[in-house]
């Protein structure tokens, strides 16, 4: 007769409640409760296909969860189109419903926000000029509010509508070189500058909830794609590891400075590459189905939301890997 032990070359553990020494799949009794228990294989992250938008657009900004996100601005078809869309579009986890538009048409915007209730987007391409406007959605509609003090095109945007940042981007009229290293912080009513990036860059993504933990991932320095990765504290900016794959265009998410995922982006050609940042390093995980760059992103490491991006109305949905959890073993 076959035993756990001749199987595996071990013999079951014995142990007095819970036993944090466990491995992933190691089996285990635990005499205090009489079952046998395990730990299980922490579950893999993966993508899964969303509802679709509306309209084709890249270059655009999103804000929000996974089951309640805005995408805004952006570009028409064909990307390098010189034209720019006012159109915002609200996800309920399900599916996009068409709402009212931007004041200002524009492109390679940024954008910040909790949720479909509460955004901010700001700066950005409006062909064949610039702008530097700042817009408050309600819920319903967008205000306009005061402007960015400096204007960049593909500049990075995280936080909320009362509490967010705005770093980097191309300061020429289509968002080109020069590339910025500047940092303006927004407080709910006005934008103040504050310490710049390390490194000028454009097309770069960032992560976080509010003005005192934020990422700064990727990006374009006008010679090469860049894998740099900066950490904002509240007060300024260090550098930390660097992603696996230098792109730029690439979608980004995550709560603060310690936990993030990023994906897609042009390599090039447009991948669908995927990390995840743990506060140390990033990991490459599971591929997006579709290749693209210039994506929207938003929610969180373990929640995730890529809308469109390289001409499409594609949008996936990201859930991150499990943790390990303990499981009792019933017998009879």
């Given at each position: 007769?076959?035993?756990?032990?001749?199987?595996?070359?071990?013999?079951?553990?014995?142990?007095?409640?819970?036993?944090?020494?466990?491995?992933?799949?190691?089996?285990?009794?635990?005499?205090?409760?009489?079952?046998?228990?395990?730990?299980?294989?922490?579950?893999?992250?993966?993508?899964?296909?969303?509802?679709?938008?509306?309209?084709?657009?890249?270059?655009?900004?999103?804000?929000?969860?996974?089951?309640?996100?805005?995408?805004?601005?952006?570009?028409?078809?064909?990307?390098?189109?010189?034209?720019?869309?006012?159109?915002?579009?609200?996800?309920?986890?399900?599916?996009?419903?068409?709402?009212?538009?931007?004041?200002?048409?524009?492109?390679?915007?940024?954008?910040?926000?909790?949720?479909?209730?509460?955004?901010?987007?700001?700066?950005?391409?409006?062909?064949?000029?610039?702008?530097?406007?700042?817009?408050?959605?309600?819920?319903?509609?967008?205000?306009?509010?005061?402007?960015?003090?400096?204007?960049?095109?593909?500049?990075?945007?995280?936080?909320?509508?009362?509490?967010?940042?705005?770093?980097?981007?191309?300061?020429?009229?289509?968002?080109?070189?020069?590339?910025?290293?500047?940092?303006?912080?927004?407080?709910?009513?006005?934008?103040?500058?504050?310490?710049?990036?390390?490194?000028?860059?454009?097309?770069?993504?960032?992560?976080?909830?509010?003005?005192?933990?934020?990422?700064?991932?990727?990006?374009?320095?006008?010679?090469?794609?860049?894998?740099?990765?900066?950490?904002?504290?509240?007060?300024?900016?260090?550098?930390?590891?660097?992603?696996?794959?230098?792109?730029?265009?690439?979608?980004?998410?995550?709560?603060?400075?310690?936990?993030?995922?990023?994906?897609?982006?042009?390599?090039?050609?447009?991948?669908?590459?995927?990390?995840?940042?743990?506060?140390?390093?990033?990991?490459?995980?599971?591929?997006?189905?579709?290749?693209?760059n210039y994506i929207a992103g938003s929610g969180t490491k373990?929640?995730?939301?890529?809308?469109?991006?390289?001409?499409?109305?594609?949008?996936?949905e990201w859930t991150g890997a499990g943790a390990p959890v303990?499981?009792?073993?019933?017998?009879?």
């Amino acid at each position: 007769m076959s035993t756990y032990k001749k199987e595996f070359g071990t013999g079951v553990q014995n142990n007095a409640g819970d036993y944090t020494g466990a491995v992933e799949g190691q089996l285990w009794y635990n005499s205090t409760a009489g079952s046998f228990q395990f730990r299980s294989v922490a579950a893999t992250g993966s993508w899964a296909t969303g509802g679709t938008l509306n309209q084709f657009r890249d270059q655009a900004a999103g804000s929000g969860t996974q089951t309640s996100t805005l995408v805004f601005g952006g570009g028409p078809i064909p990307a390098q189109s010189p034209s720019a869309l006012a159109k915002t579009e609200s996800y309920d986890g399900t599916s996009w419903t068409e709402v009212n538009d931007l004041n200002t048409s524009r492109r390679g915007l940024a954008g910040a926000g909790a949720d479909n209730t509460s955004a901010l987007a700001f700066s950005g391409i409006n062909p064949p000029g610039t702008s530097t406007s700042t817009e408050l959605w309600n819920g319903t509609c967008w205000s306009a509010v005061n402007s960015v003090n400096t204007y960049r095109g593909f500049g990075g945007g995280t936080g909320i509508s009362t509490s967010a940042l705005f770093f980097g981007g191309g300061t020429a009229p289509d968002g080109g070189a020069p590339f910025s290293t500047n940092t303006e912080s927004w407080n709910g009513t006005s934008w103040t500058e504050v310490n710049n990036l390390a490194a000028g860059r454009s097309s770069l993504t960032g992560a976080g909830a509010d003005v005192t933990s934020a990422l700064a991932i990727g990006g374009f320095n006008g010679t090469v794609r860049l894998a740099s990765n900066e950490s904002w504290n509240g007060t300024s900016w260090t550098e930390l590891n660097d992603l696996n794959t230098a792109r730029l265009g690439l979608g980004g998410a995550g709560a603060d400075n310690t936990s993030a995922v990023v994906f897609g982006g042009s390599v090039p050609p447009p991948t669908g590459a995927t990390e995840e940042w743990n506060g140390t390093s990033f990991t490459e995980v599971a591929d997006m189905a579709s290749a693209r760059n210039y994506i929207a992103g938003s929610g969180t490491k373990s929640l995730a939301l890529a809308s469109g991006g390289s001409d499409t109305t594609n949008t996936e949905e990201w859930t991150g890997a499990g943790a390990p959890v303990t499981e009792t073993i019933t017998t009879s």
